[in-house]
């Protein structure tokens, strides 16, 4: 992968590469292959921003997600960028006065982790390579899965001193099964393979080398881009919703959210598709 | 599945058949085999009535559910039925008009469907054959799912243009331990197997064919109604509370329910069994 | 296991052995072997005293915990001492007084139990040999959980009329990753083994025989122990959290958590170790 | 009040008086003068059903209710009637069955005043003379209190040994802005006015005796009955909503629910009437 | 106040007078009057320990709190004792590990003044002359407020650079009807006077001196006192529940807590009192 | 008022006029006094975003905010530019994709408007003149209001057809305390005047006329921008942390805020100037 042209509209972007691999299918790649990906702020507010793009984009259908070249999905945090960063190592200043500058500075890197969560079209993420600390935050925030079997994982945050904050604690309990394993891997920060990742349920496929997994993401994303977009884009809002949510709460905001989908001509024509067993086409959401 | 006559107290539900395999052990059936199990609306105000019965009769202890017939457990929504249904496809009508009368409609078919799992006595949800779509909604009510070899799963909703609404969204990411599985069966709407299910954790027990996972779930529902009913039915509210709430919250609960529960008589007499090596026996509940 | 001498500070629990297998570990050992290490109100209570203890012990970074002597980890609640208790056979009281009595006393329990999963330092549980009831309850306040081949697990206090009440049926679905076979291990009672516990993932390591698993258990919490007390107790804070709140909310609380955290010192001397190669060292927490 | 014939649809309630006295309102008159208008189990069933009826019947888009009679709104429970019923008086019974029992007759009791607040017309709550126990209840589920000069209140449960279990206690401190009044009213039991009930802002206004009270009841009725419905049912709905969530999950609940409402006619047709200054009509809903 | 002498079994404290001014009645006095009742760390100790001790007490059904001596209620923080305070002046300490101390700090002291909240007996706070900082904490967690006319009420804390962290934060807004009179005296720390308290609604009564606002609050409490402990606490815990929670949460808490209460001889001697017109007495709880 | 210059920092707002009357004060006038002030998606796209700057701006320490000109605080949305709007008007578009755009339209819409309550600064409202629509939901977003006695207030959007989606309807019931009255006028959109607000306590202040309205706020704002601006905005945010949130929720969050913020110099500056009796100067924040 891949031949396919960028896309005109994500053209200006430096550090995400976005091409079309299929109809209504985008392709974002992170794209500082020299330094394993890492995310300095620049990438990370390029990050939110061309999510909330691709979230508009009537155009796009389903996302896949992955790292330009061949050793790093991303090795996280640009720890050089971070150190000579004014807001980590601000010297003598009052305690006060720099909590608020971090949490700024913290919830503006979630922000822009948490675009990809927020994009209304679903997003594969297929990890490969050394895929470390932030890996794992972006990863998280995806819709579904996907790695290569060289895949090197960890939850490396405790390492350097520090309780995982762009997503990790949050979100990773509420993806797999084993809270046994995910403090595990939390606390010691220790390496962990693709099979394991399989294993606990944390990706759900595992495919040989990147290449095949880069395009098993996008005959996945190009099934779900055939499909309604209504249907598609509102199963993955009541998906996120109800992991937050009491099933009383989400039967209710489902009733509210059904009442303006069901009248969608997507429904009557699949529906009809259905019976004549012929392929429906739905207009642009 | 099986020689047992019907119950008496259910003889007039039409599409709901009840008997009594073992003593405290209701079994229902979905009855409606040449439509393969399919709901209309009849069927599931049926369905939410014979669980609402269950609920109140001091009979019954533990109930086992599966679809009559060798086919299917359920192929979902009669989408016939649902077609020539006024509230589906209402003509002119204005848009918020059309919506109340929609939320209204998908209200009515929750509640029925939720009747399950608010039933106060345990439910084993015996899964078999086709049970796609609405099946989906309806076994993620059940406590304890068990399923033949050959069953063909499917959340089948984004294939007709729908985000499920009857439940499934809202629950299904609670009952299994893999949110990446959980986002691929319901966006690509594809089939998935028995084995599958098993792995996953959706269903904890897979048998060769529908009769013995029947047998399995009636003597399963056997053993659960031969324990102590305020034991049993106190645990299955105590664990849906749990699903919903904070630990603090439900270990408030849990002693406020637990205030009147210790002082029945069951407890003193299962605690004396217990050391007496002699079989308990329970009052109705 | 083991030849390390009892902590001096720790020397006057009666139901507790306290000793220090490494540096910055605790080891706590349910110290009742000849009444299978049964609790009774003294035996919770001190268990409530010395993980509260532990949370501000400056020496103590993670802690293990087991049962003394080979038959059990714990046979839960001591059930001849309970039967002789005031509160659970009051005679004719009035209802709701007695009811009054219950709240408190399983508060009090609850709130001992519950003091494992309250202290800011990482607990791993390594449960071996008979382990029902009360253990199943104390094994979800831990962190991680390690066990012997040879554990015989039961969540078993339907068996004696009740629903378990000290925090099993509020934890354990949110620690594993199959609803249904949570709710078929606490509605039935049975009996499961390390291998099963492993699958489902209430256990992250199963060793063989006791010794190994407490050995492992060990060199874990060395591993905890040797890393940034403020990164690591941070860990177990958010992870905690997140159990209990929606992303959005631990989002938040991170945040807050995290803009004093990062003014710590382990923080950029993580972050020069691994630049630098060097093993780094931290203050007291 | 009031020459207005009864509305036929609701001829058949037995306690319930259901009249028209203007177009689009319904006046529901409790109707057990000669029992100072006090429930009974008969009475509180009618009672919800006729709110279900209401809620549903396009003709009606506001509600009033008072008591009929000049001596009371209602008395409150039936105590009579009560300790006559088996659920409140049954013998020697085991603690958790009764306990069970208790749970049942409560919930349905709580179903059926609750109807008025789920019913999605507004309801005006007209309170006149007796106004004690369930009365508060009652009218706490109302969406605009006004009462006559001559009204009683007094949330009388802790006089006959029970903490009120009909709602009282979970919304009367959500309706009114000082706790201190809250928690005087419901421990002593003590009777108020409708002067003091004014100031604290129980009720929004108050009137010289029970007809004018109800006259100025109807006149608001007709008021919001002259709305669009969209606008005003949508209105109640996102209220009572906000009570119960935190501003950002309202906000969330709220662009929802508009974006099917805004889609109505009855928004063009109002704003074109406002830019024009003729009078909207609106269509049924 | 008063001539009664001290309850033997609070004679042990130091800084707290505690009386019975009438049958089931305590009053509680912070008695360090030639300090204005300022709180050092032992002081408040003892003040979470005296309504721990309350709460269990079956000889008391109704607590009044006031301070000693004619000056004040409380100053609120012992401002010296608290800068001498190893915590709030550690000197070169590492952030993270200050801030551990201090959160350790913090719940400590709320823990101590949430004692009285959680007291499962009402308690009336009689609030007079200097009322300042703390003051309103503690009157926060009381269940009625009555004041005297010359009380000087304030949120001072943002006067010592502080944002108040022992409740008046997160309960006054939750008390009183008018957030903005809320941010008003919270942001400005300015003071306020007893009408303006009565206006607002955060207290209930003001009387002429602290000696009569003492009489009617004892008054008050021996009205609650002689009425059903098992429905006045009960009462109590479904209003505190209520305020935490939505509508439906404390419909369903309310059910289960009422399913023992009800079972109660309160309930049938109350019931048959008020028929018989006789004056019921009630067992101790 | 007033002579004040326009701050630089904000000269390039074309809707907004931004000064400073006082220290570390800014004064944020809606200015499009010809069209009544109201808001076209321009000036709520400038009013988010002045908001936000003014958050971050470490000059001001306290704002205030009034409409320009003479006639209107605002008269709410631009009805002209709305029906111009293609959101609103858009043709035959199918249901589902236009309730999508909606959404999104609405969504901006509120994050404009919440712009200001997030903002870290306390937000004084002054109202004066014509206060209808939006003007509520824009002052239930201000920390405390005050308003002018010629003030006309409305919940106007019923009478546009329909419910209130810019925070209304979830913010105004948790400012007053009648819910009565909350749903009277939200439900009737009937005009109210500056008294009855003061008496809901709706506002906390009313003065003759607007500009003695504006100095009032001004004044107030100068108060509490010579406060320390740690604890001014941490008591912000802890109270509105505390509207959302149970009062062991908040009390947590506290705990953790305070632990950073009690570690600056404010807090022992503001202690010794306290005791010395000087004035304190605080660093910008």
Redesign the interface.
């Known amino acids: 992968m891949s031949s396919t042209s960028p896309l005109p509209a994500y053209a200006s972007y430096e550090h995400m590469l976005v091409s079309s691999p299929a109809p209504f299918v985008a392709h974002v790649e992170i794209n500082r292959p020299r330094k394993l990906n890492a995310f300095s702020q620049a990438v990370w507010l390029e990050f939110g921003r061309v999510f909330e793009q691709l979230s ?1 984009d009537a155009e796009v259908r389903a996302v896949v997600l992955s790292g330009a070249g061949d050793r790093a999905f991303t090795a996280g945090l640009d ?1 050089q960028a971070a ?1 000579s960063d004014g807001v ?2 601000g010297g003598e200043q ?7 500058a ?3 500075h ?2 503006e890197f ?1 922000a822009s982790i ?1 675009a990809m ?1 927020k994009c ?1 079209k ?1 997003v594969i993420c297929v990890v490969h390579g050394i895929s470390i600390g932030l890996a794992i935050d972006i990863a998280c925030c995806a ?3 996907i790695c290569a079997s060289n895949t090197r994982f960890a939850v490396k ?9 762009i ?1 990790t ?3 990773l ?12 891997v ?4 220790r390496d962990f393979s693709a099979q394991e990742a399989l294993s ?5 496929q595992v495919h040989e080398g990147k290449e095949a997994a880069v395009q098993a993401g996008v005959a ?1 994303a190009a ?2 881009a055939s ?2 977009p ?10 996120n919703y ?7 709460e ?2 209710r ?19 009809m598709s ?2 004549k067993k012929t392929k ?1 086409r ?4």
């Open positions: 508009h720890v150190t980590l190592n009052d305690v006060a006065r720099k909590a608020k971090l949490r700024s913290i919830e979630q948490s969560e209304e679903p819709d579904i899965r945050e405790v390492d350097i001193g520090l309780a995982a904050d997503g604690l949050a979100r309990p509420k993806l797999v099964g084993s809270t046994s394993w995910v403090k595990d939390c606390l010691t920060a606990v349920g944390f990706v759900s996945l099934t779900l499909k309604s209504v249907a598609v884009q509102g199963t993955k809002e009541l998906l109800g992991r937050d949510h009491s099933v009383d989400s039967l905001y489902t009733k509210v959210w059904n009442a303006a989908a069901v009248q969608s001509k997507d429904f009557s024509q699949a529906l259905g019976l429906p739905f207009e642009k959401l």
